[in-house]
């Protein structure tokens, strides 16, 4: 299975994550947190969710411009039957 790669602060995704983590011990699970605007009055923004990041193996607080490209699907993805092709707007 290989590295693995979430970008959530949703509480809902423990269960899934923590049975990747029973099921899947050596795959390595990394969090990167969503950009959320400050909490209103704070000037702070939001912080991680201790029950997915205590899951994870590592955690960023956002990914640069140069990560988030090199993420990024092929423009053609081959799959069985066909290729499909990344709409040009992503």
Same mark, same amino acid.
């Given at each position: 299975?290989?590295?693995?790669?979430?970008?959530?602060?949703?509480?809902?995704?423990?269960?899934? +994550?923590?049975?990747?983590?029973?099921?899947?011990?050596?795959?390595?699970?990394?969090?990167?947190?969503?950009?959320?605007?400050?909490?209103?009055?704070?000037?702070? /923004?939001?912080?991680?969710?201790?029950?997915?990041?205590?899951?994870?193996?590592?955690? +960023?607080? /956002?990914?640069?411009?140069?990560?988030?490209?090199?993420?990024?699907?092929?423009?053609?993805?081959?799959?069985?039957?066909?290729?499909?092709?990344?709409?040009?707007?992503?």
């Amino acid at each position: 299975m290989g590295d693995r790669i979430m970008v959530s602060n949703d509480s809902d995704a423990e269960p899934a +994550l923590a049975a990747i983590r029973q099921d899947f011990p050596h795959t390595m699970i990394g969090f990167v947190m969503p950009i959320h605007p400050p909490a209103p009055g704070t000037g702070s /923004h939001r912080r991680a969710r201790g029950s997915l990041t205590k899951l994870a193996d590592w955690t +960023l607080a /956002h990914l640069t411009d140069k990560q988030l490209h090199a993420a990024q699907l092929p423009a053609k993805v081959p799959i069985s039957k066909k290729s499909n092709l990344k709409p040009p707007h992503w």
